[in-house]
């Protein structure tokens, strides 16, 4: 029997303790840096990561433990058997790599955390065992068991711990540094506590037999060092490695991100180019098809009202006439092409006809003459022939387009007439004015039948985009002339025949706002433009025309509209007020666009003045000529905040001009 008392005493080198547990702390932190960069990593590059760290996780515990060795002091030489010492560090390497692959799975149950403790706590308990198995000293060796199974208990647990905290602390966050610090503190203590546990459990009895020194090596102070030193540079570089990569792999998430962005940046942007681009295709095919329904309601216009109409080049040929003309003349628009007027006009108005020709052209004014032109059975009839000539940039004639008006009858009623005033005894002053009528049914004819030449001269010309908006404006202003030819013509029977001022109503001012709020609610919505009403009560009420009055507002309020249309800035907003005033009721039309340069707002009501390109500017001249036959007054104002139309209305009656 040994006596207890033979064992030797033994002491540890305080230095080299606390280098074991630095290096401890040092493989637990490089262990949870390693385990953050398994579970980022993919295929080959995991596996790579997986076996890089189990490297050195497995080199710093097995490191830690053997600096712990060194630490203890015997009074007798100790070597040790270098085929166990890398056994035990294989041992090390092989718990380090389950427990990094445990930990760097998408999820750890209790089972998988059972299971990687157990593993990584008996490898790190058997690598302890196993690296004192390797010791070589003339000495006998005993293992206390409570201490033992304490040792290995402590080795499970405090890999279980460290399980936990290296799948916790696997995900970057803003505090993960300072929690990896921290735990790679606490682990690294349990890993040390676990060891000196271990060593605790050891004790040695003096032998007299010599120890087995095969294969056995003595460890220098500059191969302790050693050990040391290589250690930390097999972690430094382990924790650098990570690290790089880590703000590698930062950079690339923050390239791919901004790449990302800018491909759905890209790709909204693609996303509203096409649907502005369907919505210009469907606009265009929308614009091409009611041009078409255009055209063809234009062309059964042509050929349905009474006037003949034609068009041709300069030389004076015909290349298109309407039903009309084609019927009086017996020939086919085929048989038409490449006619002369002149062959169809009668043999004495020849010489007339081409002098008042030849003045038209070279004075640039619209050709107008009184003529007989020759009909499909041979006989002559009288046509008032008018003519617009189309010209270029440089004043030449490149069209002609014009209309005959039968004014046969007419000529035969100034015969008539004439025939009535020579023989007045004998005529009814009836049959006197029913032929007056008559002849002014023609005179207004024809300012019609040149509106509808004019107009369809405006539509042609736009469809095909040949002409200059300063030529449209001559011939929509040939339009305005036409028609006013024609109100005047009525008007002069008006003044004959009627005696007095027209009748008018009395009118309820707000129920016509209130109406023509109604009808423009589509535009409204259609522009995104609220309308507010601020409308008075028990308003004096007029004597006025209803239509006109809504055409007033229509015009007033349509113009808001389009100056609030491209309005981003503030909100779009209408304010129809009604209040009463000294003269009677007061109506205000407010917007909340640009409005009106100050030195514009005089100008605004002059005809043909207009700041929109596709506006002709008659809107204005129009209200306000209604307004002021009814008695009342329209002006305009003007600021930073918007445009104020205004005008009033006159309560008592009174007569129109």
Known sequence: MIS?????????????????????????????????????????????????????????????????????????????????????????????????YVVSRKTMGPVQALAGSLIMGGGIAAMHYVGMAAMRLAAVTHFAPLLVVLSVVLAIVFSSAALLLAFDLREEGKKTALRKIGSAVFMGAAISAMHYTGMAAVSFVPSGLPPNLSHAVSISPLGNNGIAIVTFLVLGAAIVTSSVDRQTEAEVRRLNEGLEQRVVERTKQLTVANEELRGEIAERLRAEDALRRSEDNLRLVIDAIPQQIWSGPPDGSLDFCNARWRSYMGLTQDELQGEGWQRMLHPDDRLRVLKAWRESVANGTPYEQEERHRAADGQYRWFLARGVAVRDAEGRIVRWYGTNTDVEDRKRTEVALQEAHANLARVTRVVALGELAATIAHEVNQPLAAIVTNGGFCLRELAGGRQSVEKLREAIAEIVNDGTRASAVISRIREQLIKGAPE????????????????????????????????????????GDRVQLQQVLINLIMNGIEAMRTLTDRPRELLVKSAKNQDGVLIQVQDFGSGVDPEQVGQV????????????????????????????????????????????????DYTQD
């Open 605 to 652: 009501f002059e005809p043909f003045f207009t700041t929109k390109p596709e506006g002709i500017g008659m809107g204005l001249p129009i209200s306000r000529s209604i307004v002021e036959s009814h008695g009342g007054r329209l002006w305009a104002e003007s600021g930073s905040k918007g445009a104020l139309f205004q005008f009033t209305l006159p309560a008592q």
């Open 4 to 100: 207890a008392d033979a064992v030797m005493t033994g002491s540890y080198d305080h230095g080299e303790v606390v280098r074991s547990i630095l290096i401890a702390v040092a493989a637990s932190y490089a262990a949870l840096d390693l385990a953050g960069r398994v579970t980022a990593a993919r295929g080959r590059v995991r596996a790579a990561w997986l076996t890089g760290g189990a490297i050195a996780m497995g080199i710093g515990i097995w490191a830690m433990h053997f600096k712990g060795l060194l630490a203890f002091r015997l009074p007798v030489t100790v070597d040790y058997h270098w085929p166990t010492v890398l056994v035990s560090l294989v041992v090390a390497l092989f718990s380090s790599a389950v427990a990094l």
């Open 504 to 543: 008018r109503a009395e009118l309820d001012v707000n129920e016509v706002i209130q109406d023509v709020t109604r009808l423009l609610r589509n535009e409204l919505t259609r522009g995104r433009v609220s309308l507010r009403t601020d409308l008075a009560a028990d308003l004096p009420r007029p004597l």
